[in-house]
């Protein structure tokens, strides 16, 4: 059978590029370092793995297919309406139910170009137009955004902070995005982690989304939280989108170990506060002595660091990338990011950090 015979994938899917995740391994026989994926190095709360474990003897039961103490859950911590909150197989579900509900091929939708790669994948796959914006410093430039927006644009996606550079642009820049926004276009805030900021002028969105009809709030729990492998996120929407939203999920798309364990996690208050405290200590410690070694260190506000290494061919992100996996130190290429000479590196277990700074030291010499 020749190909123009079998079935052929809509227009504009061929065209999209496949995400790769992180790698997740290092040669036999060395200790691996999982530093590709900003993951939490102290896991999840030990409570949350103790309700994932009590659904195991009713596996057989669907879940509420509205996760309704789940959002209730969230709703009590935040202060937020449970009506107003969606939950999701990971944040990045939500990412593409907003983009397949509110997207028809013409449209367009803006993200920054170092933005998380899947925004330009959801857009393609809705049949819309990625508009890519350049970013000024490696940081969102609200300018450029609002220049880019036409009478076509439908969706902004933001991550703020960004992965991978770990940069945030200031809430009053933010509002000044949203003023500028037609009504009719979506300001979609990925708010991943948002958790480990700590500056005073940073916002993660609620007050925004709570004062307009056109604003959408993502997080995730697969970060501060620890709990990636179990693909659990939320949003915080206007009515009328999370009526929208709720009319496209599948009917069970979160499962029951996630819902008990992020009802259970969200509560744990302790530890959230270990995971920040351990992000506050280590985040500078990792900065500082990376740049101590002559490498440039974009400063982040996130739970991870971008290092960008010398031009010249035996010391190049590529090189070091290979020299630290077979140390068993794994972190993350992002050529695919823009940062065809740099590697992310999340903050990891103190044995980690104190590990990858000094291979990179010896790598250096």
């Given at each position: ?9 809509k ?20 200790k ?23 659904v ?53 939708a ?23 914006v350049?970013?000024?410093?490696a940081?969102?430039n ?18 703020n ?24 276009v ?7 982690y948002?958790?480990y ?9 609620v ?11 993502t ?33 069970f ?13 969200i ?98 010499k």
């Amino acid at each position: 059978m020749t190909a123009a015979n079998r079935p052929q994938p809509k227009t504009g899917v061929m065209d999209i590029a496949a995400y790769v995740p992180g790698k997740s391994a290092a040669p036999a026989g060395v200790k691996l370092h999982k530093l590709s994926s900003n993951e939490n190095p102290l896991g999840a709360s030990p409570k949350a793995q103790e309700a994932m474990r009590a659904v195991a003897d009713r596996m057989e039961f669907y879940p509420d297919g509205s996760a309704t103490r789940l959002r209730e859950a969230i709703g009590e911590i935040y202060g937020l309406n449970p009506g107003n909150i969606i939950c999701s197989n990971g944040s990045d579900e939500i990412i593409g139910l907003i983009a397949q509900t509110y997207l028809s091929p013409g449209d367009e939708a803006i993200f920054t170009e170092h933005g998380f790669l899947v925004y330009e994948i959801y857009i393609r796959a809705a049949g819309a137009r990625p508009v890519k914006v350049k970013e000024t410093n490696a940081t969102a430039n609200v300018d450029a955004i609002l220049a880019a927006v036409t009478p076509k644009t439908k969706i902004v996606f933001l991550a703020n902070p960004n992965n991978p550079t770990g940069t945030y642009i200031p809430f009053d820049e933010v509002r000044r995005l949203h003023a500028g926004l037609p009504s009719n276009v979506i300001l979609m805030l990925d708010a991943a982690y948002a958790e480990y900021v700590r500056r005073n002028d940073y916002e993660a969105g609620v007050e925004l989304v709570s004062n307009n009809e056109n604003v959408v709030m993502t997080r995730t729990f697969s970060k501060v939280h620890g709990m990636g492998g179990m693909r659990l996120g939320w949003c915080y929407a206007p009515a009328h989108i999370a009526d929208a939203l709720n009319r496209m999920r599948g009917p069970f798309n979160v499962n029951a170990a996630a819902i008990e364990a992020g009802v259970a996690a969200i509560r744990d208050r302790a530890h959230i506060d270990a995971s920040c405290s351990h992000n506050e200590k280590w985040l500078p410690f990792v900065s500082a002595e990376l740049t101590k070694l002559g490498l440039n260190v974009t400063p982040s506000v996130g739970n991870f660091v971008l290092i960008h290494f010398p031009a010249d061919a035996a010391h190049s992100a590529a090189k070091a990338d290979e020299y630290l996996t077979a140390r068993g130190y794994v972190l993350r290429r992002v050529s695919a990011y823009g940062f065809p000479n740099a590697l992310r590196m999340t903050i990891g277990t103190e044995e980690a950090n104190r590990g990858v700074v000094a291979a990179l030291k010896e790598f250096l010499k």
